[in-house]
Nanobody, 120 residues
Framework: QVQLVESGGGLVQAGGSLRLSCAAS????????MGWFRQAPGKERQFVAA??????TYADSVKGRFTISRDNTKNTVYLQMNNLKPEDTAVYYC???????????????WGQGTQVTVSS
């Protein structure tokens, strides 16, 4: 089992920034790719960003604004979100991906989610 705990969500005005954190514990493995997903009300969960080699991957809608990173000493993955827009409002989930594709179907473990609300 892998436990993922997100933090850092909140309410921010458009143009503002937030940094999300995802702390991993339990039977973590190098097989897993760590990623972020989000789900807006009435919509399906969608991919946001993932840490992959040789380069991280991002959804087109967040490229240039969001940056994913990790601190291996803390077993923590971060999502720095800049220039936030109202359409970024969603519950953000950390996921442990097993496989080559950045899709929710390939996530073995999910965190509980953290709410991000961007006001206009």
């Amino acid at each position: 089992q892998v436990q993922l705990v997100e933090s850092g969500g909140g309410l921010v005005q458009a143009g503002g920034s937030l940094r999300l954190s995802c702390a991993a514990s339990g039977r973590t493995s190098s097989r897993y790719v760590m990623g972020w997903f989000r789900q807006a009300p009435g919509k399906e969960r969608q991919f946001v960003a993932a840490i992959r080699w040789p380069s991280n991957t991002y959804a087109d809608s967040v490229k240039g604004r969001f940056t994913i990173s990790r601190d291996n000493t803390k077993n923590t993955v971060y999502l720095q979100m800049n220039n936030l827009k109202p359409e970024d409002t969603a519950v953000y989930y950390c996921g442990a991906i097993l496989g080559p594709r950045d899709l929710p179907a390939y996530v073995d473990y999910w965190g509980q989610g953290t709410q991000v609300t961007v006001s206009s």
